[in-house]
């Protein structure tokens, strides 16, 4: 664009002067615009100074007063074009200190790159040179293995290396899930039903990762049952010694204590006048015991301290020295009739047999003390070897003289199991809740009490994070409390008043042997018998074979 375009835009706005001086003004511009065509060409700040040095110099017919502003303009155009100039070249100056700064900053940045590059590329080649050193020292200590064992016993030994397995626990999983979770609180919760038309007088479902089971249990003829499973005092028995033997187990895995054979018997004496009602002021257990018998190459003296330790952090110990509270609620709805009942039979009642109560009930008041106590044993065995498809814990319970079931139990995978059975915590309450309502269909049958429908609904809170060694501190005088939130939530349904069935569950609950167990402090006996030869009921060898129990 040449000047007379930029001082036509620049003062477009001076059209205050009159039409002789804006006439002049443009002859001055265009002869001005002549001269600059053969000018060399000059840069924007001086063409806009000649612009205003030619307005300036206006026609001599302008009136005076328009001449002395417009040079008044031009000079205020002059001061402030100057303004303009410094503050362009102050801020030019300005951006070229800034680009030198990071010009400066990048090349530091870039040196210091360089630098720790280089140093890395040093390290890398030190770890290569270590790999290459640890695979060719692994390559001979594997030639040298050849010559001892098989490739197959090499390989099942690194794959255990890599999960971390011993005695069928996986001690990584356990130290990953203490690294993320320090609190790990779960609810074991289970519904029982009590029938009237069954051989079996109750069931419940036990659930674990592959399928569920259906866990059935009766009370002994004696008590009025039919003798077709295991008693509920025979399912908290178990319970007792499998998770003492889990937390056995588990310590000696976390030490490193390799264990070849494990087998354990759990004995629970109750006594029977307190069952019945004879003597309401007894002690309804007088003594728990539990016998280890092991088989391992370890120290002896370290085995026993694993012992030692178990029985000061086991759950089920826990349980048994210490107290727990216990909530109990009856639901109040209208009594419900079922015609599958069994009916018409002067002898059976709640599907208990009374004539065999009452004939039992005359000979506990005659005979002395070896029929006063009844003791529920239990022989379980532990599998020790890493096998993924098979339960860590069995034990074979006889209920009648032909007859014998297998019960299983399994960790959660994120407590080294693999879950492929019920957890010992599921046949804990299952135990206790069968238990308690045995005991509530015993005494309405003693109050000649018939009853339309029994259930219950039990829960119990466990956490899992507090009978893990590493986790913990042992305090000989505190007890370290695993379990909490103790419910149990009955629907009893009869056509008696409710006070007469709120004091029916109250009889009940006095005579549970796992009730008491909670309330009151229970004499316990530990023994373990390290690499001896055991009675046959120690390490079931007759019946290790027919139940595949190891």
């Known amino acids: 664009m040449d000047s007379n375009s930029d001082a036509e835009n620049f003062f477009s706005d001076l059209s ?37 040095h030619s307005i300036s110099q206006t026609s ?13 303009d031009c000079n205020e155009m002059k001061k402030l074009l100057t303004v303009i100039r410094e503050g362009v070249v102050e ?27 280089k140093k890395k590329t040093v390290e890398m080649k030190d770890i290569v040179h270590l790999k290459e050193e640890l695979f060719r020292e692994n390559t001979r200590l594997r030639r040298k293995l050849k010559e001892y064992v098989s490739e197959e016993e ?18 990584g999983k356990i130290r990953k899930t203490l690294e993320e979770n320090k609190h790990l609180v779960k609810r074991e919760s289970l519904h029982l039903q009590w029938f009237f038309n069954k051989r079996n007088q109750f069931e419940t479902k036990l659930f674990h990762s592959k399928d569920s089971i259906t866990l059935k249990a009766d009370t002994s003829k004696n008590l009025g049952g039919h003798g077709t499973a295991p008693t509920p005092v025979e399912m908290i028995a178990f319970s007792i010694g499998s998770q003492f033997c889990h937390t056995f187990v588990h310590i000696c895995s976390l030490k490193g204590l390799k264990l070849r054979e494990l087998y354990v018997e759990s004995i629970i004496q109750t006594n029977m006048k307190r069952v019945l009602g004879i003597e309401e002021n007894e002690p309804l257990v007088t003594m728990i015991k539990i016998t280890l018998s092991v088989k391992t190459d370890a120290k002896e003296q370290k085995i026993r301290e694993a012992c030692q330790e178990a029985e000061k952090i086991c759950p089920m110990v826990q349980f048994i020295k210490g107290t727990i509270h216990c909530k109990t609620k009856i639901s109040e709805k209208k009594p419900m009739r079922f015609q599958s009942r069994v009916e018409g039979n002067s002898h059976v009642l709640n599907n208990i047999y009374t004539k065999n109560l009452k004939k039992y009930h005359r000979k506990i008041k005659k ?10 044993v239990i022989h379980g065995a532990w599998d020790c070897t890493n096998n993924l498809k098979t339960s860590q814990f069995k034990a074979i319970v006889n209920y009648s003289k032909r007859e014998s079931a297998l019960w299983e139990t399994d ?21 206790i809740g069968s238990c308690y309502m045995s005991r509530i269909a015993l005494a309405a049958t003693m109050s000649n009490v ?50 007469l069935l709120k004091k029916i569950e109250q009889q ?37 074979e027919s139940c595949d129990i190891m």
């Open 16 to 52: 205050d002067s009159t039409e002789h001086s804006h006439t002049s003004t443009t002859t001055n511009m265009s002869s001005s615009t002549t001269k600059s065509k053969g000018r060399i060409h000059k840069s924007g700040y001086d063409q806009v100074l000649d612009i205003i």
């Open 60 to 72: 001599e017919g302008a009136k005076e007063e328009i001449k002395t502003k417009i040079k008044k």
């Open 91 to 117: 801020k030019t100056k300005h951006l070229q200190d800034e680009k030198t700064q990071i010009k400066h900053r990048d090349e530091q940045k870039l040196k210091k790159t360089k630098r720790k590059l």
């Open 154 to 171: 090499v390989s099942e030994v690194a794959k255990n290396l890599q999960q971390f397995w011993i005695n069928h626990i996986n001690v």
């Open 367 to 376: 005979q002395g003390i070896k029929a006063e106590l009844k003791s529920s």
């Open 411 to 431: 960790t959660l995978p994120e407590f080294g199991g693999t879950f492929n059975a019920p957890t010992n915590f599921q046949l804990f309450l299952a135990g």
């Open 450 to 499: 018939k009853l339309d429908e029994l259930s219950l609904d039990c829960s119990l809170d466990v956490d899992y994070s507090k009978f893990i060694p590493e986790n913990i501190q042992v305090n000989e005088n505190k007890l370290n409390e695993c379990f909490d939130n103790l419910e149990f939530k009955f629907k009893i349904l009869s056509n008696c008043e409710s006070k």
């Open 508 to 544: 009940g609950a006095n005579k549970c042997l796992g009730i008491f167990i909670s309330r009151n402090s229970i004499p316990l006996s530990v023994n373990i018998h390290i690499n001896e030869t055991l009675d046959e009921k120690y390490l079931l060898d007759s019946k290790k």
